[in-house]
């Protein structure tokens, strides 16, 4: 026996041998199969549902055990016992950090936390309702303009500096857009605390001289980030190789990356669980919202995962903080419907049947109403724990001899060889 198929064409009786690597084959062997003189046969994929697109050691999921794991190092140890800027370094850098390692690297990060003066007036002309991901997703993409030296991706320490300005000004963007969207001043970093004390900060701080945050509502964010910073080949994360593919700069990757975080089927959902969540408003209203779903009305958004098919190990870590912040908070009212929500969901065949578990979605939007985020800054919060991954998978890509400009085939399905009759006859 070899790790190889047999492929035989019936249209012409010839058979291939294709090799198996890594529990794929390769979609080039694919094309060596050709009749008659067609082009070779290509992979039909929608959604690259079966389709590996590089090779990476940066995160580590199994969808049926409900493992994930960031260079090898289990969520759950990395929620409990390191930091966000300890994990990011990790992920950038493939390794934990010694201690001369990490106090530089947070040194250089929270020296990098202020952003362009031109950059606020640029941010001060969105409207006053300007949902805060488009802000994010053009102030980053308009970093490029002010870094232009970020297109020279091909030098290591030139990669190194616009990815530490990258993690640093995310929170400092991210908190702006909270603030414009709210008619409030904007406050500029604090840099004697912690990076996410002083995101914090930059979001709460009002007339006081110096912002103290809460440390265990601190503590709870900077797991959240944790929990967030990279999920391998999601589609926010496809975007950013897909665009980096062309040798743009990082922050024009990046800015890809938030523009499809955006969307309600993937970053967007946590946002889009609270507004159901607000909307079923009482447990008693639960049953006529799951029939609602199972026509297929709706989504029981936060639910269901193109990779696990098994209970999201971020969503258990996030339950657990959800304890932690309510402590602090009160509890959120909307915690009980999400939970028999949840209980219902998860007795009820046709979830069962489709292997439709909470996932990271679910709860986190509870704590960040709690935080007294509005709906609009779920995303922008998952954005700015998601960057170091980005970066991480960006910088991959740009060092990955096997990586091409992304341009994938179609299946035309058009009109072909039409003769063009000119306007003028055409409205004659
Ligand atoms: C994130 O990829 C990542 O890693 C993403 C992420 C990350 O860290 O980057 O984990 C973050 O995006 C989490 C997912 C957040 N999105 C939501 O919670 C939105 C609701 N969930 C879905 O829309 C859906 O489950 C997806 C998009 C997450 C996954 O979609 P798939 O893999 O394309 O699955 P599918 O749409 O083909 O669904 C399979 C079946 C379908 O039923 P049938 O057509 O077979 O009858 O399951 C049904 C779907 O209708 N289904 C749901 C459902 N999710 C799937 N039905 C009701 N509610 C849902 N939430």
Known sequence: MTDSLTVRDNRTGAEYDIPITDGTIRAADIGKIKADDDPGLAVYDPGFVNTASCRSSVTYIDGEAGILEYRGYPIEQLAEKSSFLEVAYLLIHGSLPTKEEYDAWVHEITYHTFVHENVKSFMQGFRYDAHPMGMLMASVGALSTFYPDARNIGDADNR???????????????????????????????????????????????SETKYAADPRIAKALDVLFILHADHEQNCSTNAVRSVGSS???????????????????????????????????????????????????????????????????????????????????????????????????????????????PNVDFYSGLIYEALEFPPEMFTVLFAIGRTPGWLAQWLELVQDKEQKIARPKQIYTGERTLDFVPAEERWA
């Not at 640093?168 to 709210?182: E, I, N, V, Y």
């Not at 098994?310 to 870590?317: G, T």
Request: with cysteine; charged share 25%.
């Open 160 to 206: 190194h500096i616009q990815i530490v300005r990258m993690i640093a000004k995310m929170p400092t963007l991210g908190a702006w857009s909270f603030r414009h969207a709210q008619g409030k001043p904007y406050v500029y970093p604090d840099n004697d605390l912690t990076y996410t004390e002083n995101f914090l900060s930059m979001l709460f701080k009002m």
């Open 247 to 357: 040798q743009v700069d990082p922050y024009s990757a990046v800015a890809a990356g938030i523009a499809a975080l955006y969307g309600p089927l993937h970053g967007g959902a946590n946002e889009a669980v609270l507004k159901m969540l607000r909307r079923i408003g009482s447990k008693e209203n639960i049953p006529a919202f799951i029939e609602g779903v199972k026509a297929g009305n709706e989504r029981l958004m936060g639910f269901g995962h193109r990779v696990y098919k098994n209970y999201d190990p971020r969503a258990k870590i996030i339950k657990k903080a959800c304890d932690d912040v309510f402590e602090v908070t009160g509890v959120n009212p909307l915690l009980e419907v999400a939970q028999e929500l949840e209980k219902i969901a998860l007795e009820d065949e046709y979830f069962v049947k489709r292997k439709l578990y």
